[in-house]
């Protein structure tokens, strides 16, 4: 199964509210990065989070990691419909070798 | 500095043709990621390769699937006697050397297999 695993599946939410997807995943990991895929396009970098951090800001993006939980959410606020978009995370083993991603979350703001 | 560019863009085989997707990283980039993603669902590691070295194939089929990152050139993803079940779409993505790997992505090969 996936090493990350996202919740909700699918989130629907006005614009101007905030969206909060979640990520858990299974064994150890080195750090934890959210993309961004719009329909039909390649996955854009968001933000990197390493283990050793616990929240991290870029604009209107929040992450937090638990490693304890092995859990990870991404919060995006003032949310616009331009954020229409599919959410992945993914995880990177010690190695550093390759990123797991999870099934993502695909998030609709309605104007 | 062009992104990872990935062609075709659209790819249509007829089965037991062969497909050959290719990729050219980013400038600098020496680490090149093949991934497949069905509709609907995340993508799926296929494997993971750098200037003329397979570094971990730990995800793509033992059979008719293969890849290359030439000394010169791009990364070729090549599968072989196509089904209709290798429909998808396929990324690729490059990373700088070092330890936080964060990854650049094409915009993918759709591959529709008749």
């Known amino acids: 199964s996936q090493q990350g695993e996202e919740d909700p599946q699918a989130l629907s939410i006005q614009e101007g509210e905030n969206a909060t997807m979640n990520c858990s995943y299974k064994?150890?990991?080195?750090?934890l990065q959210w993309y961004r895929q719009n329909s039909g396009r390649g996955l854009v970098h968001l933000i990197l989070i390493r283990s050793n951090e616990r929240e991290k800001h870029s604009g209107r993006l929040r992450v937090t990691l638990d490693t304890s939980k092995k859990s990870s959410s991404l919060l995006i606020t003032a949310s616009r419909a331009a954020d229409t978009a599919s959410y992945f995370c993914?995880?990177?083993?010690?190695?550093?070798?390759?990123?797991?991603f999870g099934g993502g979350t695909r998030l609709m703001v309605k104007p | 500095n062009a992104g990872v560019m990935q062609n075709p863009r659209h790819l249509v085989r007829r089965r037991g043709q062969e497909a050959r997707l290719r990729c050219s990283p980013m400038k600098g980039h020496s680490h090149v990621y093949w991934y497949r993603q069905l509709p609907e669902e995340g993508l799926k590691f296929m494997v993971y390769?750098?200037?003329?070295?397979?570094?971990?194939e730990s995800g793509m089929p033992k059979e008719r699937f293969s890849a290359e990152f030439p000394k010169e050139g791009p990364s070729i993803l090549r599968i072989q006697q196509v089904v209709r079940g290798d429909s998808a779409a396929y990324f690729c993505a490059s990373s700088p050397p070092g330890q936080a790997r964060k990854l650049f992505f094409g915009s993918g090969t759709q591959l529709s297999v008749l």
């Open positions: 390769l750098q200037k003329e070295n397979i570094i971990d």
């Open positions: 993914a995880t990177s083993n010690n190695a550093g070798n390759m990123l797991t």
């Open positions: 064994t150890s990991i080195n750090n």
